[in-house]
């Protein structure tokens, strides 16, 4: 039974994924290699940091943001609005 999802055509070197399989989150990682005729394809485990050979009909594969770069700019839509501190009460 093949699992719904990204195919192995689809995927790119650097892309991000996610592989769930029964509804449960089994690996996250960055796509290092791909092999479309055999549907196969490697990841770089960002838990673990080793290398894992997928297979996309055992799992379901998805596409996800890159994890965020420590220093990056954020996006303006996820900013906290600017608010003027207000003075404390003194009795």
Same mark, same amino acid.
């Given at each position: 039974?093949?699992?719904?999802? &990204? #195919?192995? /055509?689809?995927? !790119?070197?650097?892309?991000?994924?996610?592989?769930?399989? #029964?509804? !449960?989150?089994?690996? !996250?990682? +960055?796509?290092?290699?791909? &092999?479309?005729? %055999?549907?196969?394809?490697?990841? %770089?485990? @960002? +838990? $673990?940091? $080793? +290398? =894992? %050979?997928?297979?996309?009909?055992? %799992?379901?594969? #998805?596409?996800?943001?890159?994890?965020?770069?420590?220093?990056?700019? &954020? =996006? @303006? /839509?996820?900013?906290?609005?600017?608010?003027? /501190?207000?003075?404390?009460?003194?009795?």
């Amino acid at each position: 039974m093949e699992a719904q999802g &990204v #195919r192995t /055509a689809q995927l !790119r070197i650097g892309d991000q994924i996610e592989a769930w399989h #029964r509804g !449960r989150l089994f690996h !996250r990682g +960055r796509v290092t290699d791909v &092999v479309p005729h %055999l549907e196969l394809f490697w990841i %770089l485990d @960002a +838990r $673990t940091g $080793t +290398r =894992k %050979l997928l297979d996309p009909e055992a %799992l379901e594969i #998805r596409h996800v943001e890159p994890p965020a770069v420590p220093g990056a700019p &954020v =996006k @303006a /839509a996820t900013q906290m609005p600017e608010t003027q /501190a207000k003075p404390l009460a003194t009795a």
